[in-house]
């Protein structure tokens, strides 16, 4: 079994930043990949940004330039660091990771970008 804590959700004004953590443990294995999706209410999950155990990343276009994803291998910890949000990024974010045979996935944490 996998446990995700994830924090650095809230409430932020357009224009501001936000860095989110999740941090896994637990019967995880070997991890390969671990990134975020989002979801906004009546919208499909879509990918945010995804970080191989490599250090590869990728993001999309929406995200691209403004989003940065990172990781502490030996925390088995992924980050994302938001800047200029803007109120189409508000969304619950959820991380995941990949392991050799398996996705698991965080509780998810809210993120609302409004003045």
């Known amino acids: 079994q996998v446990q995700f804590v994830e924090s650095g959700g809230g409430l932020v004004q357009p224009g501001g930043s936000l860095k989110l953590s999740c941090a896994a443990s637990g019967s995880i294995g070997s991890i390969y990949r671990m990134g975020w999706y989002r979801q906004a209410p009546g919208k499909q999950r879509e990918l945010v940004a995804t970080i191989t155990n490599s250090g590869m990343t990728n993001y999309p276009d929406s995200v691209k330039g403004r989003f940065t994803i990172s990781r502490d291998n030996a925390k088995n910890t992924v980050y994302v660091q938001m800047n200029s949000l803007k109120p189409e990024d508000t969304a619950v974010y959820y991380c995941?990771?990949?392991?050799?045979?398996?996705?698991?996935w965080g509780q998810g944490t809210q993120v609302t970008v409004s003045s």
């Open positions: 995941y990771l990949d392991s050799l045979t398996q996705r698991y």
